[in-house]
């Protein structure tokens, strides 16, 4: 994938906006608990970072994804994973299916305050008895007049309390499974929704968390996104933009763990000699950002094709498996080299350890990953599939 003039102005901007505006902050928001998200969301927004890949018509740049990408590295470089993830949520998650989908009255509606940074957005899927099987899942949306009378539970929502509109996921007829299904925007202060207190995770700590019910809620049927019926495969389309980007973000917190532990090794001494020394180290330093600069070829190679109109199912279900594994090798490795110091929650070791281990869960698991890409390689029995 080449990059151009613009691409690096978007590298710049975003790693500026970072080291500038996010990361001076970062141990404080920690202590507190939670970031600014509002604030910091309507600075994102005024430099047009909410709304890279968006229709120019609802404020966004109108630039293919491979500069999502560019964006998703730079923000790796925030040293919180809850904030990228935020971010992420709002940007690749709960907003695509808008953008390409979505009404004009909708995208007027919702996108273009999301994209400014006006409103805050939630991909509203998982339930407490399905998460990575998202056909299972039971919320319904049943037809009264010219509305849509909404009830179940939504759980893992992220920016689940701080956002203004969820974009739901539920069952709008009882038709087959991969058939029955509707993407549908829900604003949040619509009466009969209550939201349950942050839930404590144990990484991941700014950004919030929440499980959504669901009481009655009344909204138009106009707020469906796109053809009714049709929000399952939405939904999987939306999975691949939202997998290549869990699969680009880690990419430049990982390389400053290396970077970190690699300047802590030569500073570090141990019977007489610094730590860098030791062959054991420096080979798995060195085999670590091989595996990373690996992952960044299956990622650039996915999104060139994914712009070309093609299918990358397997190349991004690849690349978020391998990512989710190689966040938690490469931060346990590093974590060791730094002793005592690296089980500290300012460690930056540490604290990509306890962030990046939902990487494995969040998005589709490992697990789930792998049976697609088996389907790919038609390497599954008939029942299977």
Known sequence: MEFSNEHNELRRTMSRFVESEINPHVDKWETAGQFPIRE??????????????????????GLDYSYEMVAAEE??????????MAVGAQTNMATPALARFGSQELQEQFLAPAISG???GAIA????HAGSDVAQLKTTAKKQGDDYVINGSKMWITNGISCDFYCLLANTSEGPAHKNKSLIVV????????????????????????QIYFDNVKVPQRFCIGEEGKGFLMQMMQFQEERLWCAANPLKSMERVITETITYCKDRQAFGQPL?????????????????????????RATNLYIK???VTKLASMAKLKVGRLTRDLHDACLQYWGGMGYTQENIAARGWLDGRLVSIAGGADEIMLN?????MDTLPAAAK
């Open 40 to 61: 910091v969301f309507k600075k994102m927004g005024e430099l047009g970072l909410l709304g890279i890949s968006k229709p120019e018509t609802a404020g966004g740049l």
């Open 75 to 84: 923000l790796g470089l925030v040293t919180s994973g809850g904030i990228s």
């Open 118 to 120: 006006d409103y805050i």
């Open 125 to 128: 899927v998982s339930e407490p």
């Open 187 to 210: 604003p949040k202060n619509t009466p009969g929704i209550e939201v349950s207190q942050p839930i404590k995770k144990i990484g991941n700590q700014l950004s919030d968390t929440a």
């Open 276 to 300: 860098i020394y030791n062959q054991a180290i420096h080979f798995k330093l060195a085999e670590l950002q091989t595996e990373v600069e690996a992952l960044r070829s299956l990622i650039y």
């Open 309 to 311: 109109g093609e299918d």
């Open 372 to 376: 697609i890409i088996c389907k790919y």
